[in-house]
């Protein structure tokens, strides 16, 4: 069975090179086989000038997005390369939906990851020196293939068809057992680790016996989003006073992503990513299992395969990026895809760096 599935890896990621190549290119060949559109933006870098970019994840999605995206240039090849490796038309799921089939794991997350770097257009057509001078990228989840695109880490088609691997596995862990995320501000003395201790001991007492509830997502200062089977979830929206919560919120996704419970996704992901061609990104990409640089080839793979069921480390990776001695200034900040949640917890967790943030809208166009 795994000597055929990786037999049909490999015809897959065969098509989807020539459809790469197939696609219009710059005046001058791209080196080795970077995908045409994606080779232009990494210019020369500028040292005394900083851009940074933020690509959002899974949750920012919503019907109408890209609309405003259309009359840059590649962002129809983008799509037109996407559906003949998704296998369905992704173009018309951003632009009409129906919601419910867009909002599925298996759907948005490729949905995300193309819409952010057609973003990329937009900026690269009315901001060329942000994207000339960009240092360094981060991405939310799924958002880090975006950023390693762009870093030059990947090939575009060849992330897409990872992504799509890693959605579809992540749809079915999703299955496996009831379970979600909330969403989760705390006060001061909020301990969230204890919370999600007494969360997993009332799922014994139900008779689950390997509870999973953990924080997923680290946001900013007193924000989290805890993950795991449905009755420890329960429990906490129903404690929450005395946990110290001040808000719960339950997110609309499909599985407690981040955690244990998206075990069995690893291994599909991590044999996709043996698959493609993965270099050392040409500028500063950092990592959400640790917070850290992308380092090497091997590096990227081990952290993205970890990535699905370690948290999100999101307030320790913008403590990275902007950590500055006093009296230097930030760098412009641009948050590339939809949603501004990037940038509201850049605001939650660094003010100073916020007050550079720009969000490169989907949705409109303007003249």
């Given at each position: 069975?795994?000597?055929?599935?990786?037999?049909?890896?490999?015809?897959?990621?065969?098509?989807?090179?020539?459809?790469?190549?197939?696609?219009?290119?710059?005046?001058?060949?791209?080196?080795?086989?970077?995908?045409?559109?994606?080779?232009?933006?990494?210019?020369?870098?500028?040292?005394?000038?900083?851009?940074?970019?933020?690509?959002?994840?899974?949750?920012?999605?919503?019907?109408?997005?890209?609309?405003?995206?259309?009359?840059?240039?590649?962002?129809?090849?983008?799509?037109?390369?996407?559906?003949?490796?998704?296998?369905?038309?992704?173009?018309?799921?951003?632009?009409?939906?129906?919601?419910?089939?867009?909002?599925?794991?298996?759907?948005?997350?490729?949905?995300?990851?193309?819409?952010?770097?057609?973003?990329?257009?937009?900026?690269?057509?009315?901001?060329?020196?942000?994207?000339?001078?960009?240092?360094?990228?981060?991405?939310?989840?799924?958002?880090?293939?975006?950023?390693?695109?762009?870093?030059?880490?990947?090939?575009?088609?060849?992330?897409?068809?990872?992504?799509?691997?890693?959605?579809?596995?992540?749809?079915?862990?999703?299955?496996?057992?009831?379970?979600?995320?909330?969403?989760?501000?705390?006060?001061?003395?909020?301990?969230?680790?204890?919370?999600?201790?007494?969360?997993?001991?009332?799922?014994?007492?139900?008779?689950?016996?390997?509870?999973?509830?953990?924080?997923?997502?680290?946001?900013?200062p007193d924000g989290r989003v805890i993950a795991g089977h449905q009755q420890a979830l329960d429990f906490l929206q129903q404690k929450s006073r005395s946990l110290h919560f001040i808000r719960t919120k339950p997110l609309s996704v499909s599985g407690a992503f981040h955690t244990d419970l998206m075990?069995?996704?690893?291994?599909?992901?991590?044999?996709?990513?043996?698959?493609?061609?993965?270099?050392?990104?040409?500028?500063?990409?950092?990592?959400?299992?640790?917070?850290?640089?992308?380092?090497?080839?091997?590096?990227?793979?081990?952290?993205?395969?970890?990535?699905?069921?370690?948290?999100?480390?999101?307030?320790?990776?913008?403590?990275?990026?902007?950590?500055?001695?006093?009296?230097?200034?930030?760098?412009?900040?641009?948050?590339?895809?939809?949603?501004?949640?990037?940038?509201?917890?850049?605001?939650?967790?660094?003010?100073?760096?916020?007050?550079?943030?720009?969000?490169?809208?989907?949705?409109?166009?303007e003249e």
């Amino acid at each position: 069975m795994k000597a055929v599935h990786r037999g049909k890896v490999r015809s897959l990621l065969h098509l989807s090179r020539r459809l790469t190549t197939e696609q219009p290119g710059p005046a001058e060949p791209s080196p080795g086989s970077q995908t045409p559109e994606i080779q232009q933006w990494r210019l020369r870098k500028d040292p005394r000038g900083c851009a940074v970019l933020l690509f959002p994840g899974q949750g920012s999605q919503f019907v109408g997005m890209v609309g405003g995206l259309l009359q840059y240039p590649n962002v129809r090849d983008m799509f037109s390369v996407a559906q003949r490796i998704l296998g369905y038309d992704l173009l018309s799921l951003c632009l009409n939906g129906p919601e419910k089939e867009l909002q599925k794991t298996v759907h948005c997350q490729p949905a995300v990851f193309v819409s952010s770097l057609a973003a990329v257009e937009r900026l690269n057509h009315e901001n060329p020196k942000a994207v000339e001078t960009c240092v360094a990228a981060a991405g939310f989840s799924v958002g880090e293939f975006a950023a390693l695109v762009f870093s030059g880490a990947m090939d575009f088609a060849e992330a897409l068809y990872v992504v799509k691997v890693r959605a579809e596995a992540m749809q079915r862990a999703s299955e496996l057992v009831p379970s979600g995320m909330l969403s989760v501000i705390g006060r001061p003395q909020a301990q969230y680790k204890q919370a999600c201790l007494q969360a997993k001991e009332h799922c014994r007492s139900l008779g689950i016996q390997e509870p999973v509830c953990s924080v997923a997502n680290y946001l900013f200062p007193d924000g989290r989003v805890i993950a795991g089977h449905q009755q420890a979830l329960d429990f906490l929206q129903q404690k929450s006073r005395s946990l110290h919560f001040i808000r719960t919120k339950p997110l609309s996704v499909s599985g407690a992503f981040h955690t244990d419970l998206m075990a069995s996704a690893s291994e599909p992901l991590r044999d996709a990513l043996r698959d493609v061609e993965v270099r050392r990104p040409e500028i500063r990409v950092y990592s959400n299992v640790d917070g850290k640089r992308y380092m090497s080839e091997s590096h990227i793979r081990r952290q993205l395969a970890k990535q699905v069921v370690s948290p999100v480390k999101w307030e320790q990776t913008l403590h990275e990026i902007y950590e500055r001695t006093q009296g230097e200034s930030f760098p412009h900040t641009y948050e590339v895809g939809p949603g501004k949640q990037l940038g509201a917890t850049l605001q939650k967790c660094n003010r100073k760096a916020f007050q550079t943030y720009v969000h490169v809208d989907v949705g409109t166009y303007e003249e």
